[in-house]
């Protein structure tokens, strides 16, 4: 009897020693700055290995013809991005120069001529070290009067769980600069920020089609800034489009939404892989009333694949149907979708089965659920001890 209440005991202490699930937790501060002034973004409980991408969004005006210059000035990260990326896109442009000083003494120099649209698209494979990145600068020449330049940083942390990004934002007098976190997959915080102006922006949405441009890890897809096409649009406003062209979004309510490519978190389901990245529609509280249709490019005509969601930390396969090089699916609410290809590959591309249809919740809190593998072994633990102290009472 002894015994039994001493391996009681030792597996209650055990218990004790457990770490319970934790949450990152992110906060942006402050609502509103003047060119120069520090933007600082508070990161706490952020565990090794979770996916982690920073976006900052840039909207201002500029005169045609005229040059323009969006600087993020010492960058600092607490921790390191393994297997990142920095990525570039603008809008708005006749041509545009990415040009970055990295943590360990490197430099990305790239000058790309704007699409027929007025974009351009710059992406960069590079793991990012923790320290400081001097100095980012997206600049070139004006084609309209008014710019869209995004930047985005996003890998795999290894590091601290706890610190502080920081970076101060130049180059322009008025407008309004948008800083969005994900962490694996999910919407942690975005805040906009007024640039130049006295009002308090709402700290509730992601950026308008913030997006993050090509990665040379999408098998099949194009790099750099390639001339990718989207589908045509019929009716309705013009679609969104991530910055790579690689995702799309149509419909006929589309103000406020946005794509955002991210590193695909989580292991896809049984008998499927992931093809590149994932992309969230964000902001992560948007619904579409009429469904709104997201389409993904996929690496051949021929591609076998399907559409998937991620849902608590899990991917769940969607309706998706296959048109040439395209896959599509219907969206009813903002969330993190990834392209499945198949282990093995069977024939032709197929259309799944089931569909996610859990409602969304609004937070205007940062706190991002990590995985909780120990969750079920705590809940056993636990109830082993109280049946073993009953027993040693009887």
Known sequence: M???????????????LIPAATAATITI????????DTVTVDVRDLPDNATFSLGI????PATPG??????????????SLTSGEVNAYTKGTNRTELAAELPDGGSVTMDYKADANGEVRIS?????????????????????????????????????NDGQITFAIEGIDQGAATVSVYVDGSEALSRTIAIGETTTPTQTATPTQTATPATTSTPGGNSGNSGSTNPTSTAGPAPVTSADGKASLTGTNLAGAGLLKIAAPGTAPAGWSFSGNAYAVTPADRTFDPAATLSLRLPSAETTATLARLENGAWTPVPSKAEGDR?????SRAGTY??????EAPTRTATTPT???????????ATTPTAAPLAPLLTIVALATLMLGWRGRV
């Open 124 to 160: 960069q494979a590079q793991s990012i070290s923790s320290g400081t990145l001097n100095v980012v600068t997206l600049g070139g020449e004006a084609a309209a009067e008014n710019i869209i330049a995004d930047l985005t940083v996003l890998g795999t942390k290894q590091g601290p």
């Open 355 to 365: 569909a996610a249809a859990v409602a969304t919740t609004t937070t205007t809190t």
């Open 57 to 60: 969004r840039g909207e201002f």
């Open 66 to 79: 005229e040059t323009f210059a969006f600087t993020a000035r010492s960058i600092t990260l607490p921790f």
């Open 338 to 343: 990834a392209l499945l290809v198949p282990t």
């Open 29 to 36: 501060s402050p609502d509103a700055i003047e060119s120069g």
């Open 327 to 331: 896959i599509t699916t219907e969206i």
């Open 2 to 16: 002894l015994f039994v209440k001493r391996l009681g005991g030792f597996l209650l202490l055990l218990v004790l």
